[in-house]
């Protein structure tokens, strides 16, 4: 079955240093992947996504996303943890079938 | 430029009442329409969703329907609320692509949040 799964649903790290939220996907042809990131009580707004243009694929508030077809995945990273980014963030994959897949959501928090 | 409007932003509603959430979508004309759900710590759950008029398909089965009377509004409902149905509902609208293909992004409203005690 085609779906998508985030590894770890609780990430903290300390402020200024790495994120790196995971992301792998099950489907035997690659999807559209998508990274959302959705603040309290708001809806979820786009971070990026892939489209299969480049596997790495910038997008808003200095992160970024890498496709590895190899590893089915398409992790987030951004090098610099900055307050402003605690929030949940959802992985989403376009299987075809008119509607994301959603992953269960990884909640970040950052150390002060 | 396109926007979408849900509401009520928040509802408090006693158990067999009721429901009807309202979505509007504006600058753009016969876009997917989506419903989802989100409890507490499960992520979002797709509940209908829409690619025309009259045109509904339903993920979960539960007492919540769905409908869409114009191009651009899509409405959830429920005729008598449970306890489960708690959450917080959010509208989405994407392009309609072809061959089912979701072309792009999903544009989410606000959200909706439902107590039901």
């Known amino acids: 079955a085609q779906s998508v799964t985030q590894l770890g649903s609780h990430v903290s790290v300390s402020e200024g240093a790495l994120v790196l939220l995971r992301c792998n996907y099950s489907s035997s042809v690659p999807p559209y992947l998508f990274w959302y990131v959705q603040y309290p009580n708001q809806g979820l707004q786009l971070l990026l996504k892939?489209?299969?243009?480049?596997?790495l694929v910038k997008g808003i508030n200095g992160f970024e996303a890498e496709f590895k077809k190899s590893e089915t995945s398409f992790h987030l990273t951004k090098p610099s943890a900055h307050m402003s980014d605690a929030a949940e963030y959802f992985c989403?994959?376009?299987?075809?079938?008119?509607?994301?897949?959603f992953g269960t959501g990884t909640r970040l928090t950052i150390i002060p | 430029s396109q926007t979408i409007h849900q509401w009520p932003a928040t509802l408090v509603q006693p158990v067999g009442s009721p429901l009807s959430l309202e979505c509007t979508v504006e600058g753009t004309s016969n876009p997917n329409l989506y419903w989802y759900r989100q409890a507490a710590g499960r992520g979002l759950q797709l509940l209908f969703y829409s690619v025309g008029i009259g045109q509904i398909s339903s993920e979960v089965p539960q007492n919540l329907s769905a409908s869409r009377p114009q191009d651009r509004q899509f409405i959830l409902s429920s005729k008598k609320l449970l306890l489960s149905d708690s959450g917080f509902y959010l509208c989405a609208w994407s392009e309609n692509g072809l061959a089912g293909a979701v072309t792009g992004e999903l544009f989410f409203g606000e959200g909706s949040r439902l107590t039901v005690l």
């Open positions: 892939y489209t299969s243009a480049a596997t």
């Open positions: 989403a994959g376009d299987f075809g079938n008119e509607k994301l897949t």
